[in-house]
């Protein structure tokens, strides 16, 4: 099993940025990809980014440019560097882990204010 805690989450007027992090817990021996989902009120679950052992990166076109991710595989943590953020980035941001199952945090809520 492992555990998936985000934090870093909270309000932020357009344009500015935020930081999010994911801290892995558990078998994280087992991880492979681990990646960034958001789901904003009333809509599915999206996905925004996602970083493999070995590197590969790969983003949703909406955050292209705007979003980096990054992962410290020593410290089995998981990051989302995320800049001149929009409204439309309004969600609750999920951590997620595949390995040996897939794994996922409890969220943490983004708020982007026009």
């Known amino acids: 099993q492992v555990q998936l805690v985000e934090s870093g989450g909270g309000s932020v007027q357009a344009g500015g940025p935020l930081r999010l992090s994911c801290a892995a817990s558990?078998?994280?021996?087992?991880?492979?990809?681990m990646a960034w989902y958001r789901q904003a009120p009333g809509k599915q679950r999206e996905f925004v980014a996602s970083?493999?052992?070995?590197?590969?990166?790969n983003y949703a076109d909406s955050v292209k440019g705007r979003f980096t991710i990054s992962r410290d595989n020593a410290e089995n943590s998981l990051y989302l560097q995320m800049n001149s953020l929009k409204p439309e980035d309004t969600a609750v941001y999920y951590c997620?882990?595949?390995?040996?199952?897939?794994?996922w945090g409890q969220g943490t809520q983004v708020t982007v204010s026009s």
């Open positions: 997620n882990a595949v390995g040996s199952g897939v794994f």
């Open positions: 970083i493999t052992r070995g590197g590969t990166i």
């Open positions: 558990g078998s994280t021996f087992s991880i492979n990809a």
